[in-house]
């Protein structure tokens, strides 16, 4: 038996690894294609790396070619697989640096291509100085750029998301002048309007200039470098440019081969990762990480989820299942997390946008609390939102703002969507208290009674 | 109408705002009895206003006497209730400064007498400086011996429970030569041995000597001053003790009046908080926090779990109740937190020795990560440990021993305990992710697998 994996990064080599665990070498071997330069490596950890937080790259790599090669998974590195043959079960590679091609056969296949970034028209120049963040190459080359000469002295971020927003404090932090841009009509619009300000205010205050409602046309360049990002209203100089604009599932072969894909554009596949094509899973396909569909337990609709911590888990359930284990992916909730500078920003389930869209009625509850007792030293402002739904009371979505330990808490918010609890239940949860730790009202609970009481004068009203 | 309050504590006069919140005071009458010198303070702070960690001891009151007076809500300080007829629907109430008593009728009584310091016979010395740590004006002579002339150089603190070990830490800023006396093998056995044993190394990293197995016989006296405590292992001077032995429910008065108390000492109630006698509930009589006895909700067992969050929870219930709404009290779950130093610990459900207790065959998980991603500045270890059922799969309880950022997030634990969460269905939990706050498994995840892989091996054997 030979598993193929396309992609060595978090999803694929998670299903390698798992399923290696469950089957010896003579039973199953395992050959992954990678046409990057590294294997498993925390695409996360890219802006803290430029930053200068995290100072060493290769600490942003979990495990290495050499060590899947030690633990008896072959890696081709610098090869692209061009071509998948699912009636003759073999792919076709690229080698990237040697030239030629190869083929490989295959009895079960992993797709594990990732996702490719947003990258419209206007952003494909010659000029040098225009750069995604989606792998460490890319990484390695806005580190080079920003030491090169002359110096960059002025950044323009486009898109305001979580990568947007790390990397224009990525560049403050290299002393840059950064302007963020940002069309809807404010960053970080994942998290409701008023939880947003809080961090708008946070963006401001690093010395971001923040340009919302912001429509880019274009890219200016001359002699190969950068010169500015042209808006509809006026022309932003630039020595540099990061996009931040998400990504897209990497599902180009995939389709080539007569896979379709899903409404969100990433592959489906079943509770098991197996590919869903028209007329059911097909035999011995298998996908994971940022290339697949996965869905929204609260919303119930397809959701594009590109995030490690998803490709690590749906990569792991697909080796189980490779290896002739048993485990199941059972979709998201759309938890998220990031700081900028010490405001930690965090969400789960819905936000009322996105409740509306999936056609709830909700009342909504936002409470400032405190970290900490509020007579213990070191006790920070926290804000908790609620949405819940109307008259079941359950529990849609959560976000909070806050400084020190204020965000990893909506992991118990997470987990309170996860299992549809209404927000009555919650007043009556049995949080940990102690005073460096939390007011003896922990702030999950105000917002849990503050939702409860909207609940009843909505259903009143 | 007319509602009388047996202490003015966190349970008596949650009771009292919340059912003030629902009824005016031409409707309903609210008078509060209360023996000390403070109403609504928090107890779990003492220790940290000791150690001067928090400096003002009014911080620790969040809502005095004027304060309620203003709210509507009568408070007569320094009475003693020292009888109720049920019958007469009155209270005795005895002046303890003025002299004298007064009787007051009820229609709803609120009974909130808290609890009393466990103090065996050998701790009743007529010697100074022997103290309990229960209310503030305890808080108060303690300071005040500290500052004593001569002043007081080794302190003895009996108990190493969550106030033993809080206030051994608090004689250690104060300079003084620590020992804490143990009766079990372990300080804080309410984890488990394996977690315990970390704990145990960052109380001696303070410089706290720490004698386990320890059976105090008896506590030496002269001249009006403590001098030791004798154990069976010898004599250990001291020029003062800090009882940390636990408290029982204060119910004397509600045993006088004819109603029985539950297996562990508290009255019993039902899930409205109204008082459970031998016929059913006693109409009318209510009472909430640390004289009354809950319900795991993991073991079904009747437990005494005196905490300020469960009172102030129990408090609300019966306040909204009392009201004329409606709410329940449905149990709790053994959650704890507190920190040594910098060390961190917390639990939920049931430790190991707790399952075994109740009835429960169950595997555990122990696993060692970090708190942030590894290569992320800041990141520390931390320890997880699940308990989960046999067959089931079912999370029965759970620790966490590090350091920053890691007890609270006991309260996800928390809330997975609550929902009954297997921990295979916790494999897939969407937690939160990014490399600042986590590694790309998070510690609860990495665990849950681990617990999931030791149940197959059970089932296996």
């Not at 002295?153 to 002048?177: S, T």
């Not at 006790?379 to 976000?399: D, F, N, P, S």
Request: charged fraction near 25%.
């Amino acid at each position: 038996m030979k598993l193929v994996v396309i992609g060595a990064d978090a999803a694929g080599m998670s299903a390698a690894s798992q399923a290696r665990k469950r089957r010896t070498p003579d039973k199953l071997e395992i050959v992954a294609f990678e046409r990057g330069n590294f294997t498993s490596y925390s695409a996360c950890g890219i802006p803290y790396w430029i930053s200068g937080v995290v100072s060493d790259r290769d600490a942003l790599v979990a495990r290495t070619p050499a060590e899947f090669e030690k633990a008896g998974v072959r890696v081709r590195m610098r090869h692209e697989v061009v071509a998948i043959d699912l009636d003759r079960r073999e792919v076709v590679a690229r080698d990237l640096e040697g030239g030629g091609e190869i083929r490989e056969g295959f009895d079960e296949l992993m797709y594990a291509a990732g996702a490719v970034p947003v990258t419209p028209d206007w952003a494909r120049v010659d000029g040098g100085g225009v750069f995604g963040v989606q792998t460490l190459d890319d990484g390695s080359a806005i580190k080079v750029w920003l030491e090169s000469d002359p110096k960059p002295q002025r950044a323009v971020v486009i898109g305001g998301g979580y990568i947007g927003v790390e990397m224009a404090e990525a560049m403050i932090k290299h002393g840059l002048d950064v302007t963020l841009l940002e069309k809807s009509s404010q960053p970080m619009s994942t998290v409701d309007l008023d939880m947003g300000e809080r961090v708008r205010a946070a963006i401001d205050g690093l010395g971001i200039t923040v340009r919302t409602g912001a429509h880019v046309q274009g890219i200016e360049t001359s002699q190969g470098r950068v010169r500015a990002v042209v808006t509809a209203d006026g022309t932003v100089p630039a020595d540099i440019v990061v996009l931040g604009l998400g990504v897209r599932p990497n599902t180009a072969l995939a389709v080539e081969s007569g896979i379709p894909v899903g409404v969100t554009g990433g592959l489906r596949t079943d509770l098991r990762m197996r590919v869903v094509g028209p007329e059911g899973h097909v035999e011995g396909l298998w996908a994971a990480g940022d290339c697949v569909q996965t869905t929204h337990r609260i919303s119930g609709q397809p959701m594009h989820a590109p995030l490690g911590t998803h490709a690590n888990k749906q990569g792991r359930v697909a080796g189980i299942n490779i290896g002739g284990g048993y485990a199941t992916f059972p979709g998201v909730i759309g938890t998220a997390v990031t700081k900028v500078c010490d405001l930690e920003v965090a969400r789960t389930g819905l936000s009322s946008k996105e409740a509306t869209r999936a056609g709830f009625e909700y009342v909504t509850a936002t409470v400032e609390s405190t970290s900490r007792a509020g007579y213990y030293p070191g006790a920070e402002t926290m804000t908790v939102k609620m949405i819940a739904e109307r008259r079941t009371g359950r529990l849609l979505g959560a976000q909070i703002v806050g400084r020190e330990e204020a965000a990893k808490r909506i992991d118990a918010l997470a987990i309170a969507v996860w299992n549809e609890m209404t927000v009555e239940e919650m007043t009556a949860l049995d949080l940990s208290y102690a005073p460096p730790f939390a007011p003896v009202w922990d702030p999950v609970l105000i917002a849990a009674r503050k939702a409860t009481d909207a609940l009843l004068a909505a259903d009143q009203g």
